[in-house]
């Protein structure tokens, strides 16, 4: 079985204000470069889709309500999983609102799959007031495309004897794996239908698509699908992005945003019990031109304060962040954790200590050319026995601790809060250039008192 919910963010969100239920909605969070989270079906009917930006869809449907993101959709997400679990351990959640169910267990057992694919909506139904829409079939592939059919708030059951009756007609963009620029290369050698690429041979599928995906094309076609239902799913990458309201080139801002994604990122690592094995960092300008950088660590990690130093280093090297303004105004930017591993399995730390230097005077740490987690010797000029007012000294930093203190400051939140503990990057500094203008209004009130009180 899959399982769909129904327009989750909207439908929740309707808990709260019943009295918008019919009237096109759109769930997204406010702001010029908002995108469209979830909208009710009555807006869809005009165009609306998530993803799509909100000035978009308030083209479509001017008179749409807009609602921000405020609900507890985790809350109900975990409650629908756990009905599920109800009726089968083998349950793989794909998103905060969907998941596959293995009922083959409860099948063997004399149970019919229908009918605990109806119980299960019922009780979402009864106990959660949410709608939700399923599909029943022989495998994960014909059971997303039954739920997707199915919506809004139905059922769809396909027998093993009925596959390609269900399949046939439908237009290849539905299968899963189909996207568009398959479905376009499909429609310029006429195929449009699954009918007509189940026509197609599987070496013409090859030549045309290549080995691994003419392959797929001719399975799914047929409706083959044998991936197994995964109670726990193997993330490849993590990570999060940050679209600016104006594109801005303040050093300052973006810094503190690729802080606050890595800190972000750093948290979601330590809970998952994760390790990053690569960084990949994303910068996206004005008009969309999207660029992505590749940053490769000597050793696993789940610091957010180092992922932020390398992520910084990285953007300094490459002259994407040069003073106090970038070169370029930045669009987006965004930080990701990639070839993950797991925490439990330990770490290959490195044989040597790394020695870095800084320039003697100042707070900032030198950039070494020799990548992240390596650091220059110096020029033969800062090694000289008279160092010159700009010198260079040598300073010998111990293995990375940050991960230690980030395990302890989750404790200490999880314990108060968020707010308890946190960098001092994260601290707002108070304006000390209005603190001066009025000490200065002061004196200048004081010496004007006291210029009065002598000509009194």
């Known amino acids: 079985m899959h399982l769909d919910m129904d327009a989750f963010f909207v439908n929740v969100e309707l808990l709260e204000n019943p009295s918008l239920r019919g009237k096109p909605i759109i769930v997204a969070p406010t702001g010029p470069r908002s995108v469209v989270c979830s909208a009710s079906y009555e807006a869809r009917a005009h165009g609306v889709h998530s993803g799509m930006p909100l000035s978009c869809a308030l083209s479509e449907v001017p008179h749409a309500t807009i609602l921000p993101l405020r609900a507890d959709y985790r809350y109900y997400s975990r409650a629908v999983m756990g009905i599920l679990r109800d009726l089968s351990p083998l349950v793989e959640q794909v998103s905060v609102d969907e998941a596959f169910v293995d009922l083959t267990g409860a099948y063997r057992h004399g149970q019919d799959p229908v009918q605990l694919a109806q119980r299960a909506r019922e009780r979402i139904t009864r106990e959660l007031s949410l709608p939700s829409s399923a599909g029943v079939a022989p495998n994960k592939l014909l059971a997303k495309m039954a739920s997707t059919g199915s919506k809004p708030n139905g059922l769809w059951v396909v027998p093993p004897g009925r596959v390609q009756e269900f399949l046939d007609p439908r237009p290849v963009s539905a299968l ?224 990375d601790r940050w991960s230690e203190v980030e395990h302890v400051m989750d404790a200490i939140q999880r314990k108060y809060s968020a707010e308890s503990i946190k960098p001092a990057s994260g601290v707002a500094l108070p304006d000390r250039r209005a603190d001066d203008r009025l000490r200065g209004a002061e004196r200048d009130s004081a010496e004007e008192s006291a210029e009065e009180s002598r000509d009194e």
């Open 176 to 399: 899963w794996g189909v996207g568009s620029k398959s479905t376009k290369l499909l429609a310029s050698y006429g195929i449009q239908t699954i009918t007509q690429l189940r026509s197609m041979s599987i070496d013409w599928l090859r030549d045309r698509f290549g080995t691994s995906h003419g392959e797929y094309l001719w399975a799914v076609a047929r409706g083959i699908d044998d991936r197994p239902v995964l109670t726990e799913r193997d993330e490849k990458s993590m990570g999060g992005e940050h679209t600016f309201s104006e594109d801005t080139a303040e050093a300052a801002v973006i810094s503190g945003i690729v802080r606050e994604l890595s800190l972000k990122l750093g948290r979601r690592l330590r809970e998952s019990g994760r390790l990053a094995g690569r960084l990949s960092l994303k910068i996206r300008y004005t008009g969309f031109e999207t660029h992505t950088r590749s940053v490769p660590l000597s050793s696993p990690l789940d610091s957010g304060m180092r992922i932020a130093e390398l992520a910084l280093e990285a953007l300094r090297a490459d002259g994407i962040l040069t003073g106090a303004e970038a070169p370029r105004p930045i669009r987006l930017i965004g930080v990701r954790a990639e070839k993950l591993a797991r925490a439990e399995d330990g770490v290959q730390q490195a044989l040597f200590e790394s020695i870095k230097y800084k320039p003697a005077g100042r707070g900032s740490r030198g950039r070494g050319s020799g990548g992240a987690g390596v650091a220059s010797l110096g020029s033969s000029k800062s090694r000289s026995s008279k160092p010159a007012p700009e010198a260079t000294e040598a300073v010998l930093v111990k293995a």
